[in-house]
Protein backbone atom coordinates (compact mmCIF):
# COMPACT_ATOMS: atom_id res chain seq x y z
CA UNK A 1 0.00 0.00 0.00
CA UNK A 2 1.00 3.65 -0.18
CA UNK A 3 1.37 3.97 3.39
CA UNK A 4 1.79 1.89 6.80
CA UNK A 5 -1.86 0.91 7.60
CA UNK A 6 -2.81 -0.05 11.49
CA UNK A 7 -5.96 -1.13 12.74
CA UNK A 8 -8.16 -1.11 14.62
CA UNK A 9 -7.21 3.06 15.30
CA UNK A 10 -8.88 3.13 18.92
CA UNK A 11 -9.25 0.30 20.81
CA UNK A 12 -10.80 0.15 24.36
CA UNK A 13 -11.07 -3.23 26.42
CA UNK A 14 -11.28 -4.25 29.72
CA UNK A 15 -8.94 -5.23 32.14
CA UNK A 16 -7.49 -8.52 32.00
CA UNK A 17 -8.70 -9.27 28.18
CA UNK A 18 -6.57 -10.26 25.05
CA UNK A 19 -5.95 -7.72 22.49
CA UNK A 20 -4.62 -8.14 18.64
CA UNK A 21 -3.29 -5.13 17.27
CA UNK A 22 -2.34 -5.10 13.44
CA UNK A 23 0.35 -3.67 11.16
CA UNK A 24 0.46 -3.76 6.91
CA UNK A 25 3.55 -2.27 6.20
CA UNK A 26 4.03 -0.32 3.11
CA UNK A 27 5.28 -3.40 -0.07
CA UNK A 28 8.31 -4.26 -0.27
CA UNK A 29 9.64 -2.92 3.47
CA UNK A 30 11.16 -6.10 4.75
CA UNK A 31 11.99 -4.26 8.21
CA UNK A 32 9.01 -3.93 10.62
CA UNK A 33 8.91 -2.22 13.90
CA UNK A 34 6.66 -1.56 16.86
CA UNK A 35 7.28 1.45 19.03
CA UNK A 36 4.81 2.06 22.13
CA UNK A 37 3.89 5.82 23.09
CA UNK A 38 2.49 6.56 26.29
CA UNK A 39 0.78 9.72 26.70
CA UNK A 40 3.00 12.78 26.80
CA UNK A 41 6.05 10.87 26.52
CA UNK A 42 8.40 10.00 23.65
CA UNK A 43 8.42 6.36 21.90
CA UNK A 44 9.95 3.18 23.46
CA UNK A 45 10.72 0.44 21.18
CA UNK A 46 9.35 -2.97 21.92
CA UNK A 47 10.38 -5.07 18.94
CA UNK A 48 12.17 -5.39 15.03
CA UNK A 49 11.22 -7.99 12.43
CA UNK A 50 13.61 -8.24 9.21
CA UNK A 51 11.38 -10.43 7.24
CA UNK A 52 9.22 -13.43 9.40
CA UNK A 53 12.08 -13.41 12.03
CA UNK A 54 12.49 -11.09 15.07
CA UNK A 55 16.17 -10.66 15.68
CA UNK A 56 15.64 -7.62 18.47
CA UNK A 57 12.89 -8.55 20.85
CA UNK A 58 14.28 -6.99 23.94
CA UNK A 59 12.10 -4.34 24.41
CA UNK A 60 8.81 -6.35 24.75
CA UNK A 61 7.86 -5.15 28.73
CA UNK A 62 6.70 -8.68 29.44
CA UNK A 63 5.49 -11.97 28.20
CA UNK A 64 2.31 -11.13 27.64
CA UNK A 65 3.23 -9.40 25.07
CA UNK A 66 4.30 -10.66 21.74
CA UNK A 67 4.23 -10.33 18.15
CA UNK A 68 4.72 -12.25 14.80
CA UNK A 69 4.75 -11.16 10.94
CA UNK A 70 3.72 -13.33 8.16
CA UNK A 71 4.56 -13.73 4.83
CA UNK A 72 6.88 -10.77 4.98
CA UNK A 73 4.28 -8.81 5.35
CA UNK A 74 1.48 -7.90 8.12
CA UNK A 75 2.06 -8.12 11.49
CA UNK A 76 -0.11 -8.60 14.79
CA UNK A 77 1.45 -7.86 17.74
CA UNK A 78 -0.78 -9.60 20.81
CA UNK A 79 -1.12 -8.75 24.53
CA UNK A 80 -2.24 -10.49 26.53
CA UNK A 81 -4.13 -10.17 30.24
CA UNK A 82 -3.81 -6.75 29.81
CA UNK A 83 -3.36 -4.45 32.15
CA UNK A 84 -4.40 -0.54 33.04
CA UNK A 85 0.05 0.42 32.21
CA UNK A 86 -0.58 -1.02 29.02
CA UNK A 87 -3.08 1.95 28.04
CA UNK A 88 -0.73 4.06 25.42
CA UNK A 89 -0.74 4.52 21.26
CA UNK A 90 0.94 1.89 20.16
CA UNK A 91 2.95 2.14 16.22
CA UNK A 92 4.12 0.71 13.90
CA UNK A 93 6.92 1.59 11.09
CA UNK A 94 8.52 0.02 7.80
CA UNK A 95 11.60 0.18 6.22
CA UNK A 96 13.83 -0.93 3.33
CA UNK A 97 16.70 -2.89 5.23
CA UNK A 98 19.54 -0.80 5.62
CA UNK A 99 18.15 2.29 4.50
CA UNK A 100 17.17 4.92 7.55
CA UNK A 101 14.12 6.81 8.77
CA UNK A 102 11.10 4.50 8.38
CA UNK A 103 7.39 5.20 7.46
CA UNK A 104 5.42 5.54 10.34
CA UNK A 105 1.30 4.18 10.77
CA UNK A 106 -1.05 6.36 12.53
CA UNK A 107 -0.82 4.24 15.36
CA UNK A 108 -3.64 2.00 17.43
CA UNK A 109 -4.60 3.88 20.46
CA UNK A 110 -5.11 1.16 23.30
CA UNK A 111 -7.01 2.37 26.58
CA UNK A 112 -7.38 -0.53 29.18
CA UNK A 113 -10.45 -0.22 31.41
CA UNK B 1 12.94 1.71 28.00
CA UNK B 2 15.96 4.13 27.16
CA UNK B 3 15.24 7.36 25.31
CA UNK B 4 17.63 10.29 25.00
CA UNK B 5 17.64 13.39 26.60
CA UNK B 6 15.95 16.27 24.87
CA UNK B 7 15.47 19.71 25.85
CA UNK B 8 13.49 22.29 25.56
CA UNK B 9 10.29 20.07 26.98
CA UNK B 10 7.82 22.37 25.21
CA UNK B 11 8.54 25.94 23.62
CA UNK B 12 5.71 28.64 23.49
CA UNK B 13 7.14 31.46 20.85
CA UNK B 14 5.67 33.98 18.05
CA UNK B 15 5.33 33.13 14.51
CA UNK B 16 8.24 34.51 13.12
CA UNK B 17 10.55 33.24 15.86
CA UNK B 18 13.50 31.12 15.58
CA UNK B 19 13.50 27.64 17.65
CA UNK B 20 16.52 25.53 18.97
CA UNK B 21 16.26 22.40 20.17
CA UNK B 22 18.81 19.51 21.33
CA UNK B 23 19.37 16.01 22.11
CA UNK B 24 21.93 14.50 24.00
CA UNK B 25 22.68 10.69 24.84
CA UNK B 26 25.13 8.59 26.73
CA UNK B 27 25.60 6.92 23.81
CA UNK B 28 26.99 6.74 20.51
CA UNK B 29 25.27 6.83 17.28
CA UNK B 30 25.85 6.38 14.00
CA UNK B 31 22.80 8.32 12.73
CA UNK B 32 20.49 10.90 14.00
CA UNK B 33 17.98 11.82 12.91
CA UNK B 34 14.73 14.39 13.60
CA UNK B 35 11.04 13.97 13.80
CA UNK B 36 7.90 15.78 13.84
CA UNK B 37 4.13 14.56 15.23
CA UNK B 38 0.97 16.31 14.52
CA UNK B 39 -1.80 15.40 16.90
CA UNK B 40 -3.47 11.65 16.09
CA UNK B 41 -0.60 10.69 13.39
CA UNK B 42 2.90 8.75 13.75
CA UNK B 43 5.83 10.87 13.23
CA UNK B 44 7.24 11.76 10.02
CA UNK B 45 11.32 12.13 9.13
CA UNK B 46 12.28 15.78 8.71
CA UNK B 47 16.45 15.47 8.21
CA UNK B 48 18.69 12.75 8.99
CA UNK B 49 22.39 12.97 9.39
CA UNK B 50 24.99 10.28 8.52
CA UNK B 51 28.35 11.57 9.57
CA UNK B 52 29.86 13.00 13.11
CA UNK B 53 30.04 17.39 12.33
CA UNK B 54 27.59 16.82 9.52
CA UNK B 55 25.27 20.00 9.60
CA UNK B 56 22.14 19.38 7.11
CA UNK B 57 19.50 21.85 6.01
CA UNK B 58 16.40 21.25 4.73
CA UNK B 59 14.04 24.60 3.89
CA UNK B 60 14.01 26.55 7.37
CA UNK B 61 15.45 23.55 9.27
CA UNK B 62 18.81 22.84 10.26
CA UNK B 63 20.08 20.30 12.19
CA UNK B 64 23.55 19.21 13.13
CA UNK B 65 24.99 15.63 14.12
CA UNK B 66 27.75 16.57 17.61
CA UNK B 67 31.21 15.77 17.39
CA UNK B 68 31.31 13.82 19.84
CA UNK B 69 28.53 11.59 18.13
CA UNK B 70 26.33 12.27 21.74
CA UNK B 71 24.60 14.62 20.90
CA UNK B 72 22.32 16.80 17.57
CA UNK B 73 20.28 19.94 17.43
CA UNK B 74 17.82 21.15 15.64
CA UNK B 75 16.86 24.77 14.58
CA UNK B 76 13.71 25.91 13.22
CA UNK B 77 14.15 29.95 11.55
CA UNK B 78 11.24 32.21 10.80
CA UNK B 79 7.99 29.90 12.39
CA UNK B 80 4.90 29.35 10.91
CA UNK B 81 1.60 27.95 12.67
CA UNK B 82 2.29 24.71 11.03
CA UNK B 83 5.82 24.04 12.88
CA UNK B 84 3.08 23.45 15.65
CA UNK B 85 3.96 19.92 16.65
CA UNK B 86 5.87 17.63 18.98
CA UNK B 87 9.47 17.23 17.70
CA UNK B 88 11.84 14.07 18.50
CA UNK B 89 15.41 13.13 17.88
CA UNK B 90 16.66 9.79 17.49
CA UNK B 91 19.64 8.22 17.64
CA UNK B 92 20.52 4.56 15.78
CA UNK B 93 23.03 2.66 17.98
CA UNK B 94 25.57 0.94 16.90
CA UNK B 95 25.11 -2.95 17.83
CA UNK B 96 26.32 -6.35 17.82
CA UNK B 97 23.46 -7.22 15.34
CA UNK B 98 21.81 -5.30 12.54
CA UNK B 99 18.84 -4.09 13.84
CA UNK B 100 18.38 -0.59 12.52
CA UNK B 101 16.43 0.42 15.89
CA UNK B 102 16.38 3.46 16.69
CA UNK B 103 16.04 5.06 20.15
CA UNK B 104 13.75 8.49 20.83
CA UNK B 105 14.11 11.18 22.39
CA UNK B 106 11.15 12.36 25.02
CA UNK B 107 10.22 15.21 22.79
CA UNK B 108 9.83 19.05 22.19
CA UNK B 109 5.99 20.16 22.14
CA UNK B 110 6.03 23.31 20.14
CA UNK B 111 3.60 26.05 20.04
CA UNK B 112 3.65 29.33 17.66
CA UNK B 113 1.73 32.09 18.13
CA UNK B 114 0.29 34.07 15.37
Known amino acids: GAGVSQSPSNKVTEKGKDVELRCDPI?????LYWYRQRLGQGLEFLIY????????KSGLPSDRFSAERTGESVSTLTIQRTQQEDSAVYLC???????????FGSGTRLTVV | GQQLNQSPQSMFIQEGEDVSMNCTSS?????WLWYKQDPGEGPVLLIA?????ELTSNGRLTAQFGITRKDSFLNISASIPSDVGIYFC??????????????FGTGTRLQVFP
Open chain 1, 93 to 103: ASSLAGVYGYT
Open chain 1, 27 to 31: SGHTA
Open chain 1, 49 to 56: FQGNSAPD
Open chain 2, 27 to 31: SIFNT
Open chain 2, 49 to 53: LYKAG
Open chain 2, 90 to 103: AGQLFAPYNTDKLI
